[in-house]
């Protein structure tokens, strides 16, 4: 399973990106999936997390000015960042709660593991 993260950029205080990042793979189906980001010099902190059926939660960061959204359907989740601040500048990581499928000889089964993507970095200037 791999995570493929996308969309980080400069931008300047005030404005706006989309980070998208999907999981590909031999997928059963996707639990929970989330975003974390980590600053220079900082440890990497939780951003957001988003259900399978739907229900997020966000850091209070980043509350009311994040969204967090997902496509079951094609394995990827999304984060809708606005009124970004000089201080949201990091790089942002992507993770899934993935059931995989695994195979010995003619069965199948499933596992659990949790994935992280490469990291995408977003740099807001002042």
């Known amino acids: 399973v791999q995570l493929q993260a996308s969309g980080g950029g400069l931008v300047q205080a005030g404005g706006s990106l989309s980070l998208s990042c999907a999981a590909s793979?031999?997928?059963?189906?996707?639990?929970?999936m989330g975003w974390h980001r980590q600053a220079p010099g900082n440890q990497r902190e939780f951003v957001a997390t988003?259900?399978?059926?739907?229900?997020?939660n966000l850091a209070d960061a980043v509350k009311g000015r994040f969204t967090i959204s997902r496509n079951n359907a094609d394995n990827t989740v999304f984060l809708q960042m606005s009124g970004l601040k000089p201080e949201d500048t990091a790089v942002y990581y992507c993770n899934a709660d993935v059931s995989l499928y695994e195979y010995s000889g003619h069965d199948r089964y499933t596992r659990r593991q949790d994935y992280w993507g490469q990291g995408t970095k977003v740099t807001v200037s002042s």
């Open positions: 988003i259900s399978r059926d739907g229900n997020s």
């Open positions: 793979g031999p997928i059963a189906s996707i639990f929970e």
